[in-house]
């Protein structure tokens, strides 16, 4: 396993050995030795799977409040992904700072998005399968957002129209957010 540290502390990217010969490939995806190198508290209890049809599906900027708040570990199994994580702590020097990924089969890299940041991806190629590991269990209760698109942030997003779901385009701006999170 290869583990890569990003500018932003605590958001990893990482590769499993991914075995590869004339037939395909083989790849253990998750083991929990894996859980004290990358830093994590607590054990995955929930795997997540979205596929999205259309290129440019953008799914985001979400994240969950405690007492569910959520690290999650994300990755594709099929077509690609721009995906973004936005540092959410109050008190973090790089609080409202992200950091971005393209995640692919043929990469294999996985994104590591602990607890206290924002999550997001765009789809880049139709029939995209994007597949996440959580540490809480899903609560429709303590979820948030902030608007994929907020000038403040200047994600630069690929030039691809978005396809939104109503609920993502009405999130609110970062500026005058009010961070549940404390570094």
């Known amino acids: 396993m290869n583990i890569a540290e990003t500018r932003i502390p605590g958001l990893l990217l990482f590769t499993p050995a ?4 004339h037939r395909g490939f083989f790849a253990e995806t998750w083991r929990e030795e ?8 607590h054990p995955f209890v929930q795997d997540n ?8 599906v953008l799914r985001g900027l979400h994240f969950q409040t405690e007492p569910t708040s959520q690290t999650k570990l994300v990755w594709v199994t099929r ?8 540092d959410l702590r109050v008190g973090s020097p790089t609080y409202g ?13 996985r994104f590591l998005v602990p607890q206290g940041f ?6 880049l190629e139709p029939g995209t399968e994007f597949h996440y590991k959580v540490d809480n269990y899903y609560s429709p ?10 000038p403040t942030l200047a994600i630069p997003w690929p030039d ?11 999130l609110p701006l970062f500026e005058g957010f009010v961070s549940p999170f404390v570094f």
Not at 49 to 56: C, L, T, W, Y
């Open 18 to 21: 991914v075995h590869r010969d």
């Open 34 to 41: 894996w859980r004290q190198p990358l830093g994590l508290a």
């Open 141 to 150: 209760s303590h979820e948030g957002g902030i608007r994929w698109n907020d």
């Open 97 to 109: 700072q992200w950091e971005t990924a393209v995640l692919t089969p043929e990469n294999a890299t």
């Open 49 to 56: 799977h979205a596929r999205s049809e259309e290129k440019g």
């Open 118 to 123: 924002a999550h997001g991806y765009m789809t």
């Open 160 to 170: 691809i129209p978005p396809v939104l779901s109503e609920k993502d385009k009405a």
């Open 79 to 86: 077509g690609a992904v721009f995906d973004v994580a936005v």
